[in-house]
């Protein structure tokens, strides 16, 4: 019986001690509970994050070299212009008169001296002539004049023995001397009259000369103006009946571009740096140029500056008036090797700049956290943008939307 009692002591429940424990193991639970929650609402807002961030490319800024091309062949500037002539003249007679011949036509190439037109000549042929028969007339005056002064000569020099020996008197030497300095006089008249002739008969050869209009240098004739029977003048006159030009001249060697560039960007073109050119008419065509030239005046209603750029090799369908594109071009010098030496090259998409601008923004990745950054640019084509100052060399940038990111803001990388 005892051991029944022992039995049913050690199955029995103590009351007391069970909502003590009870309440202990709730108090865990609740806590658990708790830290679950926070952990699944930490990696929810992480993916949400990680979701919500845009997506960024990555470009990775590989170094300049100073001596190569990799910055002397990118343009720094782009400019529009036309191909014009330095050296191109309207020929014209010097004299007015009616064309009589013409030798000419758009196209031909003429040389320096070469004849172009001439002009009636007949009214120049009789004027020439009588200059020349004023000049013999002169000359037969002079020798009368010279005739009578020797013949004198001897006449004055006897009167002067007598007046001196007193066979005559004073009044009959100065009467021999008056007559003596006058034949003189006669002389010199007669030697400043063929002077005069002479001097008629020169300007009577050029005229004549002139009615023969020669090409003042080496070049293309563009334009005819004036035909066969037309009064030709070089001051207009006569009204709207009288050519003033017979043809207009090109020195095709003196070919250059003009061009107007924005006076904020003026300063990054210098005289002699290498430029690259593109004719309208050949788009495929690129001619290689240098600038001659930064004409030192301003157009104050375009805010411009004109650039003369000229080619480094000549070719027959380089034509007046053609338009061109130019593309300056930097060179890897003294002034600017350091830069270029310590400068990076980026793609441009990876660059946020205006046209033109000297200075950019760009977006440095640091594991998936962005830094903003501003950057000194230098030459740019289509393949990359140099970045002389403000970007190391391995340094990783992003590439994507701009108006999406921003300093410290996180990304998501799509592609390394």
Same mark, same amino acid.
């Given at each position: ?118 002009? $009636?000549?007949?009214? %120049?042929?009789? =004027? *020439?002539?009588?200059? @020349? !028969?004023?000049?013999?007339? &002169? /000359?037969?005056? #002079? ?42 006089? $006669?002389?010199?008249? %007669?030697?400043? =009259? *063929?002077?005069?002739? @002479? !001097?008629?008969?020169?300007? &009577? /050869?050029?005229? #004549? ?208």
């Amino acid at each position: 019986m005892s051991d029944k009692s022992e039995l049913l002591r050690q199955l029995r429940i103590e009351r007391d001690d069970r909502p003590a424990q009870t309440a202990s193991s709730r108090r865990w639970w609740w806590v658990a509970g708790v830290i679950l929650l926070l952990i699944a609402a930490g990696a929810a807002s992480y993916v949400w994050l990680r979701s919500a961030a845009p997506a960024v490319k990555v470009a990775v800024a590989k170094p300049l070299s100073s001596g190569a091309g990799a910055q002397s062949g990118a343009s720094i500037l782009d400019a529009s212009g036309y191909v014009v002539a330095r050296r191109q003249a309207t020929v014209s007679a010097k004299i007015t008169g009616k064309l009589e011949q013409l030798f000419i036509e758009e196209g031909v190439h003429v040389k320096e001296g070469d004849v172009v037109a001439t002009l $009636d000549n007949r009214n %120049a042929t009789a =004027n *020439l002539l009588q200059a @020349r !028969a004023g000049v013999q007339q &002169a /000359q037969s005056t #002079l020798l009368q004049a010279k005739a009578a002064a020797a013949d004198i000569t001897p006449i004055y020099e006897r009167d002067r023995k007598l007046a001196a020996a007193g066979v005559i008197s004073a009044t009959a030497l100065e009467q021999s001397k008056a007559n003596y300095d006058a034949k003189q006089t $006669d002389v010199g008249v %007669a030697e400043g =009259n *063929l002077a005069v002739r @002479r !001097a008629a008969l020169a300007i &009577a /050869q050029r005229d #004549l000369d002139d009615t023969v209009v020669r090409a003042p240098f080496t070049g293309v004739v563009t334009t005819k103006n004036a035909q066969p029977g037309e009064i030709v003048s070089p001051l207009s006159a006569g009204g709207g009946f009288t050519r003033s030009g017979i043809c207009t001249l090109v020195d095709m060697d003196s070919l250059e571009v003009e061009v107007d560039v924005s006076e904020n960007f003026i300063g990054r073109v210098r005289a002699n740096e290498p430029a690259t050119l593109k004719l309208n008419a050949y788009p495929d065509w690129q001619i290689p140029a240098y600038v001659i030239a930064v004409v030192p005046t301003a157009d104050r209603s375009k805010a411009t500056v004109k650039v003369r750029v000229g080619f480094k090799s000549r070719d027959p369908r380089i034509l007046p008036e053609m338009g061109a594109r130019v593309s300056f071009l930097s060179r890897a010098d003294a002034s600017n090797g350091a830069a270029s030496a310590g400068g990076v090259s980026l793609p441009p998409e990876a660059v946020q700049a205006s046209a033109g601008a000297a200075t950019g923004i760009v977006y440095v990745l640091h594991d998936d956290t962005l830094e903003r950054r501003e950057v000194k640019l230098g030459a740019r084509d289509a393949q990359s943008q140099a970045v002389l100052a403000g970007l190391a060399a391995g340094e990783r940038v992003a590439i994507g939307d701009f108006t999406k990111l921003s300093d410290g803001a996180h990304v998501k990388v799509v592609d390394r």
